[in-house]
Structure formats: C-alpha cells, structure tokens
C-alpha cells in the first residue's frame, strides 16, 4: 500500500514514525511511505531526506491522477483537509486526516456523502480520522467495564484540557481564526479530550456553555467551559483552554462502583490512570490490574496504536474504527459548544441542522467579542 504524506509540517513526523512501526507492532506488512507533499517545495525535500521518504513534490492531485496514492495522511491546517480529502476519495485513495478533520458540519456532512458516493462508485477509499487517544489501552479497558456493567453506571464525569499557548504560537498565520482553524482551544485542542468523552459516554442530550477570548490576540475563543448531560444520564463538565500556566489534560469519571481518572499531557499509558473504588468494590481495581498485567507496550495512546487496527482493516477491506459518523458526533458537541456559548441558550443533540449558522461554521453569528484582523 503506497502512502503519501500531505503537509510536511510539526505533526507530520509523528505519521512517518507510525507508519514505519506498523509491521513491528502487528499491522500489515507492505504499507511503505512513497512520498510527502508540501505546498512549500523546500519543506518537502526537508521532510524526505530528514524521514528518508523516496519522493518528495508539491502536487497531491499529480500523484492521484498517476495512480500513486493508496492512502494519503492530511496533515495540514485544517482549512486544506475537505478539498484534499475530497480528491483523494474520488481517486480512490483511503484518507487519514488530522484533527480537527474538517471545519463544520457543513463539511463533514460533504465529506460523508464524499465518501458514500466512493462507495457506491466501487472504488476502495475509505476516512478516518486521527484521534490518537481512543487507542490507549485504558480507554478501551474503562469502556469495557462500563459496557459489561462491572464499574456500574457513569454518574458524573469531568473533562479538562488546561493547556498552554504562548502569544507566539498564535502568530502562524492559520491559527486563531475560525476560516482557517475551525475555532479556539475548543476545536484546536480540547477536541482530543472530548471526544474521548464522547468515545466512552455515548451520545450526548444537552449544552450549556461559555466562552470567552481572555489573554491572547485572537478572533477564537481561549477559554471555553461547558456543563453536558448525557443519554445515559451521566452529568459532566468540560473545560477547554490555552492559557492554563501547569498543562494538565484530565479525565474523571465518578461510577457507581469507583472513580476513574486519567491524568496525562498530549499522550498516557496505563501509569496514568488511577482506579479508586467504593468500600466493598475492591474487584474493580484488581480487574483493572489484571489487565495492566496483560496489556503490551504498557497501554501507550498515540498514532502508532490507532493507525495498527487501522491498517488492518484497510488491508483486509474493513471499514476503520473511526468512522466519519464519530467525526461528525464530535465536531456536533464542538458546535454546540460554540452555539450555547454565543447565543446564551441551552442547545439539544440534533438541533444544529442546515440553514443554521452554526452549521456552516463554527463562527456560527458571530463572537461576542470583536475580531482582532
Ligand atoms: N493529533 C495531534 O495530536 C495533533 C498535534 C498537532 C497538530 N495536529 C493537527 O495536524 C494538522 C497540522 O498541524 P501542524 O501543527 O503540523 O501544522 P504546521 O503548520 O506545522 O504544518 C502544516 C504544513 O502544511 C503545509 N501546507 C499548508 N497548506 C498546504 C496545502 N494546501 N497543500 C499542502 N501542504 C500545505 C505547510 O506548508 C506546513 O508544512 C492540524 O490539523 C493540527 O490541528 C494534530
């Protein structure tokens, strides 16, 4: 399966990397990067010969017409990601893109039919999308005990990612706007946490929420908080921001039979979880350690551990794990956020549907705060 690279920027290591782990941790043999493509010719050739990439250009559409591309990994800001993920469906290339995948609903719904249209066509592309941290070991492992009823039901959960942004950062021309980068902290980087949230919760009924641009000079948001009710019942908070001096990303899930945390930065394994059960549910925490005991690699997330089952199932002609449907459920909360923020209302699952501006973009009507450009 030949791979190109598209954006040869800071994230795209993390893909060369992955790709080249995949036979030595059990993914399929034959998946060989063949080129990275960058907008900026010098940034190409530099990632080629710095990853040892044989091919390096300028021109994804070149290599798609030529019948070069198996798969292409979008890594570039995130305005570039429905057009390039467009072409590369209908040239019958699978597509892995970065987060946030697209900018609104209103792309990702394209990029459903995008993909519906390949499928019904015949032709072998599939979407995925990167979320490295729906692969941790720990993740799946919580999910387990909440599916086969041992941790009882969720009550309460919490879902912080208190991050870091220098004014510098900011000053890359793509970030802090919504027409290039989606949105703030909450589509930039909160995204990853929620939607573990949303991977271990299941769908959500209800938003409340506030947002608010405190300390950096830009039109996105740096701060937003929400409160989330969930189908199942289970009530949470979620806070998102840029500007919190000791990072943290943090999750806290209060279940019948014990807490659950996750504590760790941009990456965990299973050192970061603690299992804190109720007098009397000793069991939960042995189960736990028992899998610990059992789990390879020490249960680390990352690219690597989602792009193994990934492969796997594009090689053998399975749909991958990460759906379009979950881009979409996560990028509907991001949205909600955003619409419950900057209208003062509560917003319902389901609610934001086309015609309503906070479909087209994250923008939705318009910040409460004037735009700095
Ligand atoms: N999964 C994660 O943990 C994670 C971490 C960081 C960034 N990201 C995401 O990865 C994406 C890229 O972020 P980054 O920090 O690597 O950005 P970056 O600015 O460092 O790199 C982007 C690269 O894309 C190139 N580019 C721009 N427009 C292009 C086009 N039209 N065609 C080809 N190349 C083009 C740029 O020249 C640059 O080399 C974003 O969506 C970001 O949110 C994800």
């Keep these: 399966m030949k791979v190109t690279i598209l954006g040869a920027g800071a994230i795209a290591g993390a893909h060369a990397d992955a790709i080249r782990g995949l036979a030595a941790h059990g993914g399929p043999d034959g998946v060989e990067l063949t080129h990275v493509v960058d907008v900026d010719a010098r940034r190409a050739a530099a990632f080629a010969a710095e990853h ?143 939607d573990l949230l949303l991977a271990v919760l299941g769908p959500w009924t209800e938003v409340r929420a506030m947002a608010g641009r405190l300390a950096r000079r830009t039109d996105t948001e740096d701060v937003s908080t929400a409160l989330v009710r969930f189908a199942s019942g289970t009530m949470t908070t979620i806070t998102n921001s840029a500007i919190s001096p000791r990072q943290t990303s943090r999750l806290r899930f209060d279940t019948e039979a014990a807490t659950v945390e996750l504590e760790h930065l941009y990456g965990y394994d299973d050192a970061s979880w603690t299992v804190t059960p109720v ?62 923020a900057f209208t003062d209302a509560t917003v319902r699952a389901g609610e934001i549907v086309e015609g309503d501006p906070f479909h087209a973009s994250m923008a939705g009507t318009g910040t409460p705060w004037p735009p700095v450009r």
């Design 52 to 194: 040892g990439v044989p091919h390096h250009g300028t021109d994804l559409q070149a290599l798609l017409d030529a019948g070069l591309v198996d798969a292409v990994h979008i890594c570039t800001p995130p305005s570039v990601h429905l057009d390039a993920a467009l072409a590369a469906l209908r040239a019958g290339a699978h597509v892995v893109v970065e987060k946030p995948a697209v900018l609104s609903l209103a792309e990702a719904d394209a990029l459903a039919a995008a993909e519906r249209q390949a499928i019904d066509a015949g032709l072998p592309g599939r979407f995925t999308q990167i979320v490295q941290h729906r692969f941790g070991a720990g993740i799946q492992r919580l999910r387990r005990l909440l599916d086969d009823g041992t941790l009882g039901p969720a009550y309460v959960a919490q879902c912080d990612t208190l991050w870091f942004r220098t004014p510098e950062y900011f000053e890359v021309p793509w970030r802090g706007r919504f027409d290039t980068e989606g949105g703030g902290t909450t589509m930039g980087h909160g995204i990853h946490q929620f």
């Design 279 to 340: 007098a009397g549910r000793e069991d939960v925490a042995e189960v736990w350690a028992a899998d610990v005991a059992l789990t390879r690699d020490g249960g680390a997330s990352g690219h690597l551990a989602q792009l193994v089952p990934t492969y796997r199932a594009l090689a053998e002609g399975r749909t991958p794990p990460v759906t379009v449907a979950d881009t979409r459920a996560t990028l509907e909360l991001a949205a909600a956020i955003y619409r419950s």
